[in-house]
Structures are given as C-alpha cells and as structure tokens.
C-alpha cells in the first residue's frame, strides 16, 4: 500500500502541484511529518509523495489528475486502436499479392525497419533538443498533428477549465513517450497483420530495385539486416539461392520461369520478414519505449521537485523547527483610560504631616526645601521600614498629610495597603500625594507618570486622597 | 515537573522595569503585552525555547512585586536554624498563600523559582537606585537560586554605577541590556552570561545559543530568498491589455500604466509582508506622513535619490552592462575584433542609463493576428530601477532583522542612514547586471546565474 503511493507519476505531479496552492503546511507540521518518517530522509521525493498522501484530502474539488488522466486514458485508447488499425491496414496493403507481380519485400522493409529506426533518430534529435529546435522535429511527428485535430474532439472538452500545469520540456517528454507507445501498437498491427495474410493467403514474396544491386550484395544486406537472429534462427534468413531466385524485373511484364517454378519456396521469405518485424518494428521499438519512458520519469521527478512550493517543503522537513514563543495566549490587562479626575493644583504649603514613601528622612527634608512646603511631623515611610513601623505611623496621622512619592516608581499594592490604613484613620482629613521627578530631572515630572499614580488612587474611590500636579 | 533536565529562567522585579520587554525581546515573541501600567503581566507566562517540540531553556515571564515588605516579614519570622534551609521557608510561603489574592503576583514569581529557575532581576537603570529594593533582592537571596541582574536603560538618564555597586552584593552577574535597542549580538551575549550562572546549564545554552544563530542565518537566508523572487517577478514583468484599434488611445496607455506600476507596487508590498512574517514581525503600525517606504513611493524621484544608484555610477553600471553584450561578440570572433564591440557596447550601455526617470518602461503594441491587437508593459527597462528596488528591499529586511520583538512603537526610517551606491559596489553591480540585462530584454534566466545573483545579494545585505 505504501508502496503504491510512493511510486512518482504524472497523477503525483499534478496532485502536488494542485495541492500546493491551497496548501503548504506549516514549518512545524512539515518538520514533524519528516520527523514520522524517519527512514525516508534520506529519499526527499519518497518523502514528498509521503506528504503528498497524508494531504491530498485537503484538495476537495475533483482532482485535477483524475480528469487529466480521463482525458489521457480516452486519448491515448483511441489513438492506441488507430494506430493498430492503421497498422493493420498497412500491413494488409504492403502484402496484398494480386497474383500478378510478387510482394516486393523492400517496400515492407522499408517500413518495418527503415522508418522506425529513422523515427527513433528524430526523436532522439527532439529529445537532444530544446526550444524551437526541438519544436521543428516534433513537427515532424505525424502524431503531433493528429494531436491537434484531436483537440477538437469531445473529450478534449473536459480539459477546457483545467490548465496543464506542465513545462513545455516535460509536455515534449510526455509526447515522445507518447508516441513510441503508438508506434509500437502501430508495429504490432503491422506484425499482426503479416501472420495473418501468412496464414490465410499464399504469398509470393520477391525483390525487385530500379538499382542495379547483384542478389549477391542483396544476400549481403539481408544477412547484415538479420545478424541479430542468424544464430538462433537461421532459417529466418535468406539463401542466396532464395534470393536469387526472387529477383524480378518490373520490365519483364510476367514473371521469369525460374520464378514460376519455385514458387512454393517464395514464400520462405516470412520468416525473415516476421523476425525483421519483431526484432526492428517491434523490439527496438519497445526498447525505446521504455527507454523514453525512464527518461520521462527521471524529467517528471525534476519537474516535481521544481513545482513551486516544493523547495520551501524541502527546506522545512530538513530544518529543526525553533520555536521561542509561550504556548498559550496571554491574558490581556485591560487597562482603562477615562479615569475620574483626581488631581489637584498645589493649593497649600503647610501641612501637619508631610511622610515620604520610600524617602529617607534626609532625603524628605531636601526635597521639602525645594518644594516649598512647611509640617509639623515628618516620618519616613515604606523603604527600610517594616510594615509595622508604617502601620504604627499611620495611626498617628492627623490633619492634612503630604505624601511625597517617587513618580517614577509605579504604585505598587504595598503603597496601596499604606494609603488605605491612613484612610481609615479619622483623624486624618486629607492625604495630598505629592509625586517627585528625580534629583537629575529637579524633581519634575513626566505627565504619563503622574497619570499612572492618578489612575492607581482612583481605584481606592476615596475622598480623602488627591494627587498634586506639580507638573 | 520540577526535575525537568532543561534550564529555566525567571525574569522577575518591581513593577514596570521593563521584565516583559526583555522576555519578549529574547523570545522573539511580540504577543507578550508591554505597558506603563504596573499590573500589566497579571500570571507568569513560560516561553520556551523548542528544537523540533523539545525544550532547549525556558523563560518566564512574571509580574513585579508587589507586598514584599510583608512576605519579607514573613520569611523572617519563620528564619530556620540553618541557611540552607531558607528555600524550604519560601515553599511553605507559597504553599501557605497560595489561595490569598493579596500575595498572588508574588506567588506567580516566586513559583518558578522555587522550582528549579535562574533569577534574571531586572531594574531600571535610567532611575536612581533606592533602598526599598533591597528587600526584594533579600527576598531572592532566600531563595537560594543562580541569579544575575539586568541593568535596563529605559529612560534617558544613567544610574548604573550606583545600581551595580548595590546589586554586586545580591547578584553573582550583572549586565546592561537594553530589549529596546538589543541586537542579536546583544542577545546572544546576555545568553552567554546566562551559561555562567550554573555549571549545569551551559551545555543547553551553548546549544540555545547554536539553534539562535542558524534560526538567524535562516531567516537571513530566506529574507533573500524573498527578495530576490519578487525582484525577478518585477523586473520581468510584463502587463497586456487587449486595446480595440490598430493603436492604443492614450487613454489605454495611462491605464496600463497605472495597472503595470500598481502590480509593481504590489509586489513590494508583499515583499514587506513576507519578510515580516519571516522575522515574526507582523502587524507592525506604520507612522502616516513620516519617512516610510510606504511614503516614498516606489516610482518617486525621491526613492531613486534615496536607493538608487547616482548618475555617474549608473553610467559606469550602464558601460559594463553593455560592455558585457560587447564582449559576447569578442569572444564569438575569437577576439578579433580587437575587443572594439566591448568598447561600443560599453558606450551604448552608458548612454541608456542616461536615460532619464520617467523612462522606466517600454510600451509595445503587439499581435497583429485579427482581432487580438494587446499593449504591453513592460519588462522594466531603467537602468536604475532594479537598484532602487533591490536597495528599498535589502533595507526593508535590514530595519525587520534588527528590530527588536519588544519594540510597539511605529515603523519609522531613516533617510541618512542609507545609499543604495553603498551596498552595491562596481564589482557586485556587474555581476547583478548579468541577471538585469537578461530580464530587461524578456530573456530567462538560468538557476545558475540566479544562484550568483542570490549570493551577490546576501553579500550585500551583510554589508549594511
């Protein structure tokens, strides 16, 4: 079943490239794909078709392979029986004997050994060939024509909103292929054709040339035509007894006496003739067949790893997927902006208390100097303070406190806990928050930061708590 | 869960020091939310980093302390008889609040700690140092892990002095990192100083620092691999429309005009998009009426003062590109023609480069067959164009590649920093001009001379 799916062929080649423009996979798929498949690393087309397998499903229009195989399977069906009728036919025509003139076994040469071997070698020259060099030689090609006619056929029409995805090179492949194929049904008729008028028909076989060839030299030729078989079958070639006896002239209007009287033995020539037909209509041909067809295939597998998309796959099985990013989404902080005003201009400078959070005492008397403002009580709070100490000094409070805070620093929930035993002390009236820049900046502020602090004391929805924009 | 064999590392601190910028610069990751509010990060969020679905390190991402005077005072109060037992004291900590919302951001930050993480501290030292720190950096001390701080300069001051006199006593590393201005140098360095902190966890960051710089090379490479295919599909371009008389109106003309340059314009836009994707650097804001490719258009005259290549060196660009058809010639008559046809090519090579901006283009009215008359635009025939093009995406890719993944502010550019003349000298020139001259005359390409063309680019890309 693996194997199966493995092999590379034209229905792969259209497959992959159909699914790659729906689908390419992740780099993470891809990579623990080949990961799976790990005997098949080393073998990227095998891997390939692999992939192509496991994703084909992902294609859910009719495939393109499926109708451009339809339509190649009736193609290839009604060219396949043309070419055994024709070959039928040519064959009956090459050996009809109307009891007149013998068959003259040159023409039939002519077309079971001259016209293959040269319809190999314009291959060949096609297939050596590229651009409109090769074009010119396809020409050549009678199949290429009826090609064209066939275009027009109804089964054609399946095709109409389907674009043949293959280069020029491979559908040139694909024809040469194509036509050895043909042209071995076409041999094939031809052969067919032969046993049967052998069969069912006394022929009289003869050789006749407006050259002037000796049946001496003729017997040569034969011979050397025949060498491939002489060994195994020797009767399938030709006395020189045969061969001179079969020689006629067209002049002569009749057949010479020699002729007349030996006619039984005329007829010796099929065997040479069939095994003319099997080793260079038919088994050349066949050789050449499957020879086109492993090139076709060797082209195919180029062009399947050229297809586009194909690479970046490559590139993604070979390559270690990295990844840095957190598995699972973050949880969003909403944060909101319209806030209700909490800020207030500096209105007074005397206050009972003035406290500094995360100040030291020196720290809060410099600031106090620079900022204007008079207490009765100062107290360092937070900072090297345990929670206790401020606690204690929050129940102490009374009256108006300034809270000098570092503006810089965002308030943080111990802050928050300090601020909210303070509200809850009657005897304190008002807690102004007075935010400080740093030394380097002369305690001035940055408005985003003194917005941050706004928000944070909006959040305690209290009375008693203003932050002073100093700004 | 806690004998996982691979290294972790919490990043931890006060509120608002940057903690998620760093994460998210040395992940590579911009999902992680930034902000000035102190509460952004609410749970701790693990980033690891993966070679094919196995852990190499993780990092955390966690939120600021928020009571540690008071989990201080707690720890204090339960002080065991011996030092090494201090961690123990933190779990009991841990296990004893888990369920209290008062100490929940704590508990998201001490947790990985306790389980085996590195203490990465961060502080902003563009701020004064203050004593109120101190209680937090006891508070890891109890936790008896490797530590080091991280100096972040968030602002525009400098108090690093002053913080790595107070954190030398704490921290065992301390180091400068800013994930805002962070190259990937920077980042590999900070991993290098991560190795040291314990003598079990250097084999795995090596081997982080190894995935890193081919996951860079990587992306590098597919950035040009990029460029160079949307440079080929614009340089060979051709736009056809069919017209309906023997001459196209010039009505007609403008329109394929517009279409042939709209499709160009297109192009490079889904260049920027893959090289974002490349680089993880998607969504990125683009700041309106400021220096953007996006406001430099790709046809301005602008854009070719910017990318493109000055008039005189376009001359000698334009002389050796025809010197290189000049050649062909030579070389076919064995030299014979005493190398004249590179002489000539060379000079109608220059004279073409002359030409000036607006002659990007030829406009072709073909098939002649009836019935199907077609205009076509195109390949691009301006000498300067496929500069501009190429300088305009190597630049791109170079601002994707060095921008940091903790940045959320806008793309800007910056006009000064950048010639296209610089990245592609006379040498590299004639070589791109083997692939330019090709397309320029609707031939293809070979994948060899694709291969070169590719090289030349990466070579001019780590130039800049």
């Not at chain 1, 030299?217 to 195994?232: R, Y």
């Not at chain 1, 102490?396 to 000098?404: I, P």
């Not at chain 2, 037992?85 to 900590?93: E, G, M, N, P, S």
């Amino acid at each position: 079943m693996q194997n199966k799916n493995l092999n590379l062929s034209i229905k792969s080649y259209l497959d992959i490239s159909q699914l790659l423009q729906t689908y390419r996979g992740s780099h993470e798929e891809n990579r623990s794909f080949a990961l799976k498949e790990e005997r098949l690393q080393k073998a990227p087309t095998k891997l390939l078709l692999k992939w192509l397998d496991a994703n084909i499903y992902k294609i859910t229009t009719k495939l393109d392979s499926k109708r451009y195989l339809e339509y190649l399977s009736s193609f290839s069906s009604i060219l396949g029986l043309l070419s055994f009728i024709i070959g039928f036919l040519v064959g009956l025509g090459l050996l009809s004997y109307s009891g007149e003139a013998p068959v003259n076994i040159i023409y039939y040469l002519l077309i079971v050994m001259v016209v293959p071997i040269l319809s190999m070698i314009v291959a060949l020259f096609s297939m050596v060939t590229h651009g409109r060099v090769a074009d010119f030689f396809t020409l050549l090609f009678p199949l290429h024509w009826i090609e064209k006619f066939l275009n027009y056929v109804s089964f054609r029409k399946k095709l109409s909103d389907f674009k043949v995805p293959f280069s020029l090179e491979l559908s040139k492949w694909l024809f040469i292929e194509r036509l050895q194929l043909f042209s071995l049904i076409f041999s094939i008729g031809l052969f067919v054709s032969l046993i049967v008028m052998v069969v069912a028909t006394d022929i009289a076989f003869g050789w006749s040339s407006t050259l002037q060839i000796s049946p001496n030299s003729f017997h040569t030729i034969l011979s050397a035509i025949g060498i491939a078989w002489a060994k195994i079958i020797p009767s399938a070639i030709p006395s020189l007894e045969l061969v001179d006896m079969s020689h006629y002239f067209r002049l002569g209007a009749k057949l010479n006496s020699s002729m007349i009287h030996n006619a039984d033995k005329l007829g010796a020539w099929w065997k040479f003739l069939a095994m003319s037909t099997l080793f260079y209509a038919i088994g050349l041909r066949l050789c050449f067949w499957l020879f086109t067809k492993e090139l076709l295939h060797k082209k195919i597998e180029k062009e399947f790893l050229g297809v586009e998309g194909v690479n970046k796959i490559l590139q993604e099985f070979n390559r270690p997927f990295i990844s840095t990013q957190a598995p699972q989404p973050e949880k969003h902080l909403d944060i909101v902006e319209s806030i209700k005003e909490k800020i207030i201009p500096k209105e007074k400078d005397k206050y009972t208390t003035l406290l500094g959070w995360n100040y030291s005492i020196d720290e809060i008397k410099l600031s106090k100097d620079t900022t204007s403002i008079t207490a009765i009580d100062i107290f360092a709070v937070g900072g090297s303070n345990s929670f206790n100490q401020d606690r204690d000094i929050a129940k102490t409070l009374r009256g108006r406190v300034a809270l000098y805070i570092k503006s810089w620093e965002p308030p943080t929930m111990d802050f928050i806990d300090f601020l909210e035993m303070i509200i809850e002390n009657r005897k304190v009236e008002k807690v102004e928050i007075y935010p400080l820049g740093t030394v380097g900046k002369y305690y001035k502020n940055s408005s985003r930061d003194i917005f941050i602090w706004e928000r944070k004391i909006e959040t305690l929805q209290s009375d008693k708590v203003w932050v002073i924009n100093n700004e | 869960m806690n004998n996982t064999s691979y290294p972790k590392f919490a990043v931890v601190g006060h509120p608002n020091k940057g903690k998620s910028s760093i994460v998210s610069a040395l992940a590579l990751d911009k999902s992680v939310q930034i902000g000035d509010t102190p509460g952004t990060t609410q749970v701790k969020r693990g980033f690891p980093l993966k070679v094919d679905g196995k852990i190499v390190y993780e990092l955390f991402d966690t939120p600021g302390f928020q009571r540690a005077r008071q989990i201080l005072a707690w720890l204090q109060e339960h002080e065991p008889s011996s030092i090494n037992k201090r961690t123990d004291v933190v779990k009991a900590f841990i296990s004893e609040h888990r369920d209290n919302p008062r100490f929940k951001d704590e508990i998201e930050l001490l947790e990985p700690i306790v389980n085996g993480a590195g203490i990465i501290y961060v502080v902003d030292a563009s701020k004064p140092y203050g004593s109120e720190y101190e209680v937090e950096m006891e508070i890891l001390r109890w936790c008896g892990q490797p530590s080091m701080a991280i100096l972040n300069l968030i602002g525009d001051e400098d108090y690093r002095d002053e913080w790595k006199r107070a954190l030398g006593h704490y921290f065992r590393l301390v180091r400068s990192f800013n994930p805002i201005k962070a190259t990937f140098r920077n980042h590999i360095e900070l991993l290098e100083s991560m190795a040291q902190l314990n003598e079990e966890w250097t084999k795995s960051i090596k081997q982080a620092i190894d995935v890193l710089e081919n996951l860079h090379q990587q992306k590098i490479e597919q950035s040009i691999d990029s460029i160079v295919k949307h440079t080929i599909h614009s340089l060979s371009y051709v736009y056809t429309q069919k017209i309906k008389s023997k001459k196209a109106t010039k009505k007609e003309e403008e329109k394929a005009k517009l279409r042939y340059r709209t499709e160009l314009i297109r192009n490079e836009k889904h260049l920027e998009r893959s090289i974002e994707s490349i680089w993880r650097h998607l969504d990125i804001k683009k700041v309106e009426h400021s220096l953007s490719l996006d406001n430099i258009g790709l046809f301005s005259k602008q854009s070719a003062s910017i990318f493109g290549l000055s008039q005189k060196e376009l001359t000698i660009t334009g002389a050796s590109a025809g010197a290189i058809g000049g050649l062909g010639i030579d070389l076919a008559f064995g030299g014979g023609t005493l190398f004249l046809a590179s002489l000539i090519g060379g000079a109608v090579g220059g004279m073409g480069a002359m030409i000036g901006f607006d002659n990007l283009y030829e406009i072709k009215v073909m098939g002649q067959t009836i019935g199907k008359r077609e205009l076509s635009i195109g390949p691009m025939k301006n000498l300067n164009f496929p500069y501009i093009l190429l300088s305009r995406s190597l630049y791109y890719a170079y601002i994707i590649a060095n921008r940091s993944h903790a940045i959320r502010d806008s793309l800007e550019l910056k006009q000064e920093e950048f010639f296209g003349e610089q990245i592609f000298d006379v040498h590299r020139r004639k070589k791109l001009e083997k692939v330019h001259s090709r397309l320029r005359k609707g031939e293809k390409t070979t994948p060899l001379m694709l291969e070169e063309y590719r090289e030349v680019i990466l070579e001019s890309f780590n130039l800049i």
